[in-house]
């Protein structure tokens, strides 16, 4: 719960909760407590009740509508019936997209002036434009 915080955070917040609540930290702190105990009863019986509704097995992470289907109504062989065709979608899209990358680096490398030996055409396939002005760069400054 607390992983993306460091000691001094965690340092500050409760700082922070002593000059809010005062002398009632410890009963705050033993309400929140109390109310977590609540709700992972509650969440633990309706896990309960949905298992004897459903007569089969769920475990709280089972209520995810995916892993649901995929664990209770679907077989090995439905799901692998179902992405095989999305799997060959996924591998030809994945394909076109680094043909894709490729070809606009090589559009990048072609138009760059620091590494191209040859001018560009101009927009009407007429004579090469002339070659602009180097910019000045910060690094040959230095």
Request: hydrophobic letters at 40%; aromatic letters at 4%.
């Amino acid at each position: 719960m607390f992983e993306n915080l460091n000691w001094w955070e965690i340092g500050a917040l409760l700082l922070l909760a002593l000059l809010i609540f005062g002398d009632r930290l410890p009963n705050v702190i033993s309400d929140a407590l109390r109310m977590v105990r609540n709700l992972r009863a509650m969440a633990r019986n309706a896990t309960g009740d949905l298992s004897r509704e459903l007569g089969t097995d769920i475990q709280l992470e089972d209520l995810h509508p995916k892993a649901f289907i995929r664990k209770h109504l679907l077989s090995e062989e439905d799901e692998q019936a179902i992405r095989k065709p999305l799997q060959s979608m996924y591998d030809d899209l994945r394909s076109d997209l680094t043909g894709v990358q490729e070809d606009l680096k090589g559009v990048a490398k072609a138009a760059d002036p620091r590494t191209s030996d040859t001018r560009p055409l101009t927009a009407t396939g007429g004579t090469p434009s002339p070659a602009p002005a180097p910019r000045p760069n910060y690094d040959d400054a230095t």
